[in-house]
């Protein structure tokens, strides 16, 4: 009545209860079998046990394909299958009068210290032993392979199905066997256990409770990784997203240290706070993934700490988003070079560095020659893509250590670490002539165009603000332009 209740919260309650009434039946009539020893009142309370007992194979092997989650299995076309069976042989004894298929005979036992049943056993009833052997053996593997399949969580209530189907196969065997005296069914004592057994699952182990079905079904269908260890940081459990994201971890890793399954995590061994632990990154393949971890500690009812749950999230994709935008903070949209604002940042640290070790630097500034014209005869688009060009350019021919920067519309700006007035006059002339020698394809015409360049050096030996610097150096970018332009010019 209990698993009726339960039914709809927990969907094996509907398969539990009905075995649990189909047994009530089997007992209940067996318990007025055996109280005359009369041939035909016996064969009547038979036929009332059959009511139940023929039903029990059914609701068994249903009961274990649905709490081990085999729904595939349970269609319309295997339900008329199995309560088919069970109607089949319930008819059969109904009638066995006009057939005797199922008892050859019916008679009374009087050797034992009461009267029982005494039947000869027909090739139905055979059957319908053979029936309910492969119900109880099939519903002991489905135990076993979801007792090794789920995590701690569900296990108890696993082992308890376990044990109760066991139980029902041994004593049933026992009882075919013909091992028990008296012709004494052993049907009902093995339902009354199993019902103590049963009982003891529901009111311990919470065999028709909500939250332990719950609690596994959230921590597999979780998209964050879930690893449980003790406090020694021994694997316990983990849930399918962790072993998604770390696939280093799998189910021989239980009972090992998560710091030798997954070397990457051992830095996050010691204490410490959430908030001081900093997302790691792992290589598989040649792709790169970013992990942020979190360490809960796993507290028992008497408020002591018995374990850890370590939180995975894959922020793979916020770290790319993150830099993306902090990519467009820094970067000029157009050419990919630094912007101005970032430029100006990295090139106040040089001058700071600059001044602290008095070693030189240098300051160029650029301008292309003529660039209105480009604009305004072929478009602002060709013009982007004669921008683009000249970076590309630019970028190739100075060292990865170059700060190259886009100030503006068309000037540029590159500081130069470690290089003097002679070594910056040999890097612009390289510069002059890659982008004088450049052909620049744009609508099927080629473009042609040059730069003017300005230049200052700096060696820290006086006080000087970076707007002098520039300021210089644009004096003679324009002294570049003034000239001829095409030109390198020095300020004075």
């Known amino acids: 009545m209990l698993a009726l209740v339960h039914y709809r919260y927990k969907s094996y309650a509907k398969p539990f209860g009905l075995l649990g009434f189909a047994a009530g ?3 209940f009539g067996y318990a007025f079998e055996i109280m005359r020893g009369d041939p035909a009142w016996t064969f009547l309370w038979l036929r009332v046990e059959y009511f139940g007992l023929s039903f029990i194979g059914a609701c068994w092997l249903w009961l274990s394909l649905d709490f081990t989650r085999k729904y595939k299995y349970l269609k319309p076309s295997f339900f008329y299958l199995i309560f088919g069976i069970s109607a089949f042989f319930l008819i059969s004894v109904l009638t066995n009068n006009l057939h005797h298929l199922f008892y050859t005979y019916i008679g009374i036992d009087n050797s034992g210290p009461f009267q029982t049943a005494e039947f000869g056993k ?78 003891f699952s529901i009111l311990r182990v919470g065999l028709l409770d909500i939250s332990p079905i719950a609690r596994e079904r959230i921590f597999e269908s979780m998209g964050d990784g879930v690893v449980v260890t003790d406090l020694d940081n021994v694997i316990l459990d983990f849930n399918t997203a962790a072993q998604g994201f770390l696939p280093m ?8 240290s ?39 500690p796993i507290i028992s009812k008497p408020n002591k700490e018995i374990g850890i749950a ?21 970067k000029d949209e157009l050419t990919g070079i630094w912007n101005r604002r970032k430029w100006v940042e990295m090139a106040r640290m040089e001058i700071i560095r600059t001044q602290r070790y008095r070693r030189p630097f240098t300051v160029m500034s650029i301008d292309i020659d003529y660039f209105k014209k480009v604009n305004d005869t072929l478009g602002h688009e060709a013009g982007d893509k004669a921008l683009i060009s000249i970076t590309d350019t630019i970028s190739s021919k100075i060292r990865n250590i170059d700060i190259f920067g886009r100030i503006g519309g068309e000037e540029f700006a590159i500081i130069f670490p470690e290089i003097g007035r002679e070594e910056a006059y040999t890097v612009a002339n390289r510069l002059l002539a890659g982008v004088s020698d450049n052909k620049i394809h744009i609508n099927g015409k080629e473009l042609s165009v040059t730069i003017s360049i300005g230049i200052t050096t700096y060696d820290g030996g006086s006080d000087m603000t970076l707007e002098e610097l520039i300021r210089k150096a644009d004096n003679a970018m324009y002294g570049a332009k003034r000239t001829g332009r095409n030109k390198v010019y020095f300020a004075v």
């Open 25 to 27: 039946v089997y007992a």
């Open 122 to 199: 027909g090739p139905l009833y055979i059957m319908h032993s053979l029936w309910l052997f492969t119900s109880f053996i099939l519903s002991a593997i489905l135990y076993i392979l979801h007792y090794i399949k789920w995590s701690s969580i569900l296990k108890k209530q696993s082992l308890i199905m376990l044990i109760g189907s066991l139980w029902t196969l041994t004593g049933f065997s026992i009882y075919t066997a013909g091992l028990i005296p008296w012709h004494l069914d052993a049907g009902p004592m093995i339902v009354t256990i199993n019902g103590c057994i049963f009982a």
């Open 249 to 256: 971890i799998s189910g021989k890793s239980i009972g090992k």
């Open 258 to 296: 998560l710091s030798t399954v997954a070397s990457e995590l051992k830095a996050y061994d010691e204490d410490k706070s959430n908030d001081e632990i900093k997302p790691f990154t792992l290589r598989i393949g040649n792709l790169i993934y970013f992990y942020e971890i979190r360490k809960y």
């Open 310 to 330: 370590w939180y995975i999230r894959d922020v793979t994709e916020q770290y790319k988003l993150s830099a993306q935008l902090k990519s467009y903070a820094e």
